[in-house]
T-cell receptor
Framework: QQPVQSPQAVILREGEDAVINCSSSKALYSVHWYRQKHGEAPVFLMILLKGGEQKGHEKISASFNEKKQQSSLYLTASQLSYSGTYFCGTDVSMTNTGNQFYFGTGTSLTVIP | DAGVIQSPRHEVTEMGQEVTLRCKPISGHNSLFWYRQTMMRGLELLIYFNNNVPIDDSGMPEDRFSAKMPNASFSTLKIQPSEPRDSAVYFC??????????????FGPGTRLLVL
C-alpha cells in the first residue's frame, strides 16, 4: 500500500527543472508532499485534494491525476535549498473516524552549483 | 505557537531495556501519528490516533511496541523489551482533521534511538 516514487534519486544543476512522480495502487483522496533535509524532520510542502490541485510555494507545484492514482511534483529553476528527500503521502480512504495515510518510498534530490 | 515536542531527542539503551518515547502535539490538533524511519524501510507509519482513540495500529511491528494517548496533549510510544533492530528515528506528527479533509501533518524533531 506504500506509494512508489520515481526516480529514486536525481542530481540537478542549479536552475534546472525536475519532476518527481508518486504512484499508488489504491484510490486516493488526497496527496501530500513533504521535503526532508538530512538530519531533520519532514516539512510539509503542499496538499492536493480530490477534485482539484493546489500549488505550493516558491517554484514548486504539483498535479494530481485521480484516475491514474498518481501525483507529480514539479520543481522549476531549482535552487541549492531544494536539496533533500521528497516524500509523497497518500490518503487512501476516509472514514468517520479517520484516514489511512502512507508515505512514499522517497526521492533524493541533490542540487549542485 | 510551539510545534510538536518530542522527548528525549536521543536515547541510547541496551537490548532488553524498556524505552519510552514522549510526544506533545500542537494544541488544537486532533490527530497524532507515530512514525519510524530507517535507511532500509524509509518512513513507516506505526500508529495514529484521532481524538485520542487509536485508529490504525497495523504498522506496529509486534507486541513489544505499544502506544497510548491518555489525553489530547500527550502520547507515549513504548518498546519493551527493546532490540537492536529497533534502532531508528521515531517521529511524532500531529494534524487537525476536519470535515473538509485531512490536515497538514506537522512533525516533531524526532527521537534518535540506538539499542546496543
Amino acid at each position: 500500500q506504500q506509494p512508489v516514487q520515481s526516480p529514486q534519486a536525481v542530481i540537478l544543476r542549479e536552475g534546472e527543472d525536475a519532476v518527481i512522480n508518486c504512484s499508488s495502487s489504491k484510490a486516493l483522496y488526497s496527496v501530500h508532499w513533504y521535503r526532508q533535509k538530512h538530519g531533520e524532520a519532514p516539512v510539509f510542502l503542499m496538499i492536493l485534494l480530490k477534485g482539484g490541485e493546489q500549488k505550493g510555494h516558491e517554484k514548486i507545484s504539483a498535479s494530481f491525476n485521480e484516475k491514474k492514482q498518481q501525483s507529480s511534483l514539479y520543481l522549476t529553476a531549482s535552487q541549492l535549498s531544494y536539496s533533500g528527500t521528497y516524500f509523497c503521502g497518500t490518503d487512501v480512504s476516509m472514514t468517520n473516524t479517520g484516514n489511512q495515510f502512507y508515505f512514499g518510498t522517497g526521492t533524493s534530490l541533490t542540487v549542485i552549483p | 505557537d510551539a510545534g510538536v515536542i518530542q522527548s528525549p531527542r536521543h536515547e541510547v539503551t541496551e537490548m532488553g531495556q524498556e524505552v519510552t518515547l514522549r510526544c506533545k502535539p500542537i494544541s488544537g490538533h486532533n490527530s497524532l501519528f507515530w512514525y519510524r524511519q530507517t535507511m532500509m524501510r524509509g518512513l513507516e507509519l506505526l500508529i495514529y490516533f484521532n481524538n485520542n482513540v487509536p485508529i490504525d495500529d497495523s504498522g506496529m511491528p509486534e507486541d513489544r511496541f505499544s502506544a497510548k494517548m491518555p489525553n489530547a496533549s500527550f502520547s507515549t510510544l513504548k518498546i519493551q523489551p527493546s532490540e537492536p533492530r529497533d534502532s531508528a528515528v521515531y517521529f511524532c506528527a500531529s494534524s487537525r482533521i476536519t470535515s473538509g479533509g485531512p490536515g497538514t501533518q506537522y512533525f516533531g524533531p524526532g527521537t534518535r534511538l540506538l539499542v546496543l
